[in-house]
């Protein structure tokens, strides 16, 4: 989900791609230049990963998730005539982010609805009552802060809670239309990717944009919930979010049995076995659970490997992590009837453990409810021994 993968040049692959397949997968998936690509240009861009095999000369660099699909923005978006109320210009705190700090105080002379992201200082002369979230992690994270009544409108992809269901749109963030954006008439638009420059775009018309980029840690994930706290009118409640959330991780962390040696495991992005190493986002709160990672010593320099069966077999991981659940069906059966799979530990003793596509491939609120699966699967693999 979150950093960038560097993987090498390889023969030409076919991919089976599932419907709705993950963040991570999919931008895995993208290996060469989608620009150039005829299945990729912007016809088939919002169907590019529903059911079809694609074929990959090169692998290069890729960002994953939150800097998700950058090769797909990239390739531009639609130029607008429509214009929106202007952001001031009055000075934002300066904040070291990914995803920035709240100012504690602001002077009497500053606005304060006003943050510093990584484009610069975002400045609203006033309480924003039409939002627009691009960012199905940033969606999470507005309406965890009670600012859900403040959003007109949502990306195609953000899908939680439930109240997002009424303000959805088939608004991409990955292949974003400023015309369509203008439209709404937004006075904030939130946004994780800025690859295809839709803040300088938006800012032409008038459009204050806010950047929350893709976490490499939980102190990006609190700074993102408190700079979106400040910008709404929510301060208070952000504070009381990143207060629980931080409650809640040390309290999880605290559970974890002490092992004489740590359980192994592995992480499935999709079912041609990509994973992510502990230097990723995903893989620390593996590593909060006092998990080792068998990912780690496949590919030196690669943070999303693709590992083969064998390697996985030979590793013989106690506890399997599916995040490909949604996207491809995979299940603690599917894999149990893979080839040589049902001699790895964590099959032999049941402990295949399914995980929400969703949460795994997103920085918000829910990372909780994703270390606590982890927890209680560590919880159940270890040895009855464990203190």
């Known amino acids: ?35 150039s690509d005829p299945f990729l240009s912007s016809k088939y861009l919002e169907d590019f990963f529903m059911s079809r095999h694609i074929s990959f000369r090169s692998r290069a660099t890729a960002a994953l998730l939150g800097l998700s699909l950058l090769a797909l923005s990239a390739c531009g978006s639609d130029a607008a005539d429509s214009a929106a109320p202007a952001a001031s210009s009055a000075p934002a705190a300066s904040a070291p982010m990914n995803g920035g700090s709240t100012p504690a105080s602001a002077p009497s002379d500053v606005v304060p609805f006003s943050v510093t992201d990584p484009n610069g200082p975002v400045s609203l002369q006033a309480k924003p009552v039409r939002i627009i979230s691009l960012s199905p ?41 400023i015309e369509a954006i203008a439209t709404y008439k937004p006075d904030l638009v939130v946004i994780g990717d800025d690859s295809a420059k839709l803040s300088a775009q938006l800012g032409q018309l008038g459009i204050p944009v806010w950047y929350g980029p893709a976490a490499t840690s939980l102190d990006d994930v609190y700074a993102q919930i408190e700079q979106l706290g400040v910008l709404t009118d929510h301060v208070a409640d952000s ?54 990672n068998v990912a780690d010593t496949a590919e030196a320099g690669n943070d999303y490997p693709q590992l083969n069966a064998e390697f996985i077999v030979s590793s013989n991981p106690d506890i399997i992590f599916l995040a490909d659940t949604k996207c491809c069906g995979e299940s603690a059966e599917t894999v149990s009837v893979r080839d040589g799979w049902a001699a790895i530990a964590a099959v032999k003793s049941g402990h295949v453990v399914a995980m929400d596509d969703d949460i795994s491939s997103r920085w918000g609120p829910r990372v909780v409810d994703y270390l606590r699966s982890v927890v209680d699967a560590v919880k159940a693999a270890a040895p009855v021994t464990a203190g």
């Open 1 to 35: 989900m979150l950093l960038t993968a560097f993987v090498k040049q390889t023969s030409p692959v076919a991919w089976s791609v599932c419907a709705t397949a993950t963040l991570e997968a999919r931008v895995v998936r993208l290996g060469r230049n989608p620009c």
């Open 137 to 177: 992690t940033h969606t999470e994270m507005l309406f965890a802060i009670g600012a859900g009544a403040q959003v007109v409108a949502v990306d195609d992809q953000s899908n939680f809670p439930a109240e997002v269901a009424a303000v959805k749109t088939d608004l991409s963030g990955f292949t974003p239309n």
């Open 239 to 292: 504070a009381s979010l990143v207060a629980t959330m931080s409650a809640d991780v040390a309290s999880l962390v605290a559970e974890v049995p002490k092992l004489v040696a740590p359980l192994t495991y592995y992480h499935e992005l999709d079912p041609t076995y990509f994973s992510a190493t502990s230097n990723t986002f995903i893989g620390q709160l593996y590593a909060l659970a006092g998990l080792r």
